[in-house]
């Protein structure tokens, strides 16, 4: 049974960083593409990023303002989020995409205006 676990995220002010992780255990991801998603309340979940062993792929709201990277090794994968926004207040889940395992519990983001 896949586990995954986020943490990092927390409540900071407009144009704050946070830097989220997510650990993967039960079984390797090393060969999967890698997301971080995020569901804001009463909206849909969205993928934020992914990354692959070669490439990054970046949602438009957040281009330039966050850097997803992964530490296959320890199967764990990373988001450093900058100049953070009100509107990236959500939940930040990570997951493979498409996604394959049952979703970890997520870590809160709140951005303060």
């Known amino acids: 049974q896949v586990q995954l676990v986020e943490s990092g995220g927390g409540l900071v002010q407009a144009g704050g960083s946070l830097r989220l992780s997510c650990a993967a255990s039960?079984?390797?991801?090393?060969?999967?593409?890698m997301g971080w998603f995020r569901q804001a309340p009463g909206k849909e979940r969205e993928l934020v990023a992914h990354?692959?062993?070669?490439?990054?792929y970046y949602a438009d709201s957040v281009k330039g303002r966050v850097t997803i990277s992964r530490d296959t090794a320890k199967n764990m994968v990373f988001l450093q989020m900058n100049s953070l926004k009100p509107e990236d207040t959500a939940v930040y889940y990570c997951?493979?995409?498409?996604?394959?395992?049952?979703w970890g519990q997520g870590t809160q983001v709140t951005v303060s205006s």
């Open positions: 990354i692959t062993s070669g490439s990054t």
């Open positions: 039960g079984r390797t991801f090393s060969s999967y593409v």
């Open positions: 997951n493979s995409n498409p996604p394959r395992a049952s």
